[in-house]
T-cell receptor, first 114, second 112 residues
């Protein structure tokens, strides 16, 4: 068990809808990262937060947004969902900004858009 | 994009043999490298890491080798076990980007 908790485990929704994925990092970790894993892609970096502030951005669509709250949990909001957004969404956390130690991943949220 | 398409190469090994999984990384400025194992239905699990000032690091049954000259990373698993069957990813990060970028992955199948 990595100590990173993601909810929900599964999410099925329709095109055009909006969903929120939640992540609780490991105790003491200040950084949270979001990754997307589709069938035809590897693990694609979306965005990183460090102690409540956005630190790095990857290929995150404008329809997607994230935030990290004062208690360090994070939410990833996906709106105007399309079929192609169906994927596994992973959250990871690390003690600092990621460079000085490995990221620890949760078991993901599987999103299915129908 | 920052990830490579998932056309997974597969390595099939006999239980008890040693496995070597290779990875070519893209950024010569990368400072830190990590190997992850991903089992079906689970998130990537940290195996071992190495910094760019090292060329070898050993863990329990695993060794990572780094060749910066040719931008190559390898993961050696000794006495491979059925529980080692999974997809293995290398990942790299540079101190200027803060982004951990994953390689395309290799599927390891262990034959009993």
């Amino acid at each position: 068990d990595s100590g990173v908790t993601q909810t929900p485990k599964h999410l099925i929704t329709a095109t055009g809808q909006r969903v929120t994925l939640r992540c609780s990092p490991r105790s003491g970790d200040l950084s949270v990262y979001w990754y997307q894993q589709s069938l035809d892609q590897g693990l694609q970096f979306l965005i990183q937060y460090y102690n409540g502030e956005e630190r790095a951005k990857g290929n995150i669509l404008e329809r997607f947004s994230a935030q990290q709250f004062p208690d360090l949990h994070s939410e990833l909001n996906l709106s105007s969902l399309e079929l192609g957004d169906s994927a596994l969404y992973f959250c990871a956390s690390s003690r600092t900004d990621g460079f000085f130690g490995p990221l620890h991943f949760g078991n993901g949220t599987r999103l299915t858009v129908t | 994009g920052e990830s490579v398409g998932l056309h997974l190469p597969t390595l099939s090994v006999q239980e008890g043999d040693n496995s070597i999984i290779n990875c070519a990384y893209s950024n010569s400025a990368s400072d830190y490298f990590i190997w992850y194992k991903q089992e079906s239905g689970k998130g990537p699990q940290f195996i071992i890491d190495i910094r760019s000032n090292m060329d070898k690091r050993q863990g329990q049954r695993v060794t990572v080798l780094l060749n910066k000259t040719v931008k190559h990373l390898s993961l050696q698993i000794a006495a491979t076990q059925p529980g080692d069957s999974a997809v293995y990813f290398c990942a790299e990060i540079s101190d200027s980007s803060y982004k951990l970028i994953f390689g395309s992955g290799t599927r390891l199948l262990v034959r009993p």
